[in-house]
C-alpha cells in the first residue's frame, strides 16, 4: 500500500524549532523527489522544500535560512528542520513525492506557532 505518514508537529511559541518526519511507504523511495508542503488556514498548499533524489535542496523564500529538508533512503523517511518559526508558519504540513502518480496526500502534521 503506497502511503506517506507525517509526525511531529506541535505548538510552540514564536522563535522556537521543531522537527517534522515524514515516512513513506510501498514506493521506490530512493526515485523518489521528495517535498514538504503547508496549507494555513483559508490558503491553497503551497510547496514548502523539496529534495531531489541525489539531495538537491529548494526552498520557498519565506524559509530559506530558517528550514533544512533532509532525507534518509534507508529509513524511506524526509524530515523538515524548521528553526526561527514565525506565526506565518502555522498550517498543516504535508509530504508527498514530487515525481511519481498514485500517492495520495496523507493527514498530514498540525504546526501552530503563537505565544
Known amino acids: 500500500q503506497v502511503q506517506v505518514v507525517e509526525s511531529g508537529g506541535g505548538l510552540v511559541q514564536p522563535g522556537e524549532s521543531l522537527k517534522l518526519s515524514c515516512k513513506a511507504s510501498?514506493?521506490?523511495?530512493?526515485?523518489?523527489?521528495m517535498a514538504w508542503y503547508r496549507q494555513a488556514p483559508g490558503k491553497q498548499r503551497e510547496l514548502v522544500a523539496s529534495?531531489?533524489?541525489?539531495?538537491?535542496?529548494n526552498y520557498v523564500d519565506s524559509v530559506k535560512g530558517r528550514f533544512s529538508i533532509s532525507r534518509n533512503n534507508a529509513k524511506s523517511t524526509v524530515d523538515l528542520q524548521m528553526n526561527g518559526l514565525k506565526p506565518e508558519d502555522t498550517g498543516v504540513y504535508y509530504c508527498?513525492?514530487?515525481?511519481?502518480?498514485?500517492?495520495?496526500w496523507g493527514q498530514g502534521t498540525q504546526v501552530t506557532v503563537s505565544s
Open positions: 510501498g514506493i521506490s523511495f530512493r526515485a523518489a523527489a
Open positions: 529534495i531531489t533524489t541525489i539531495g538537491s535542496t
Open positions: 508527498k513525492p514530487t515525481n511519481m502518480g498514485g500517492v495520495n
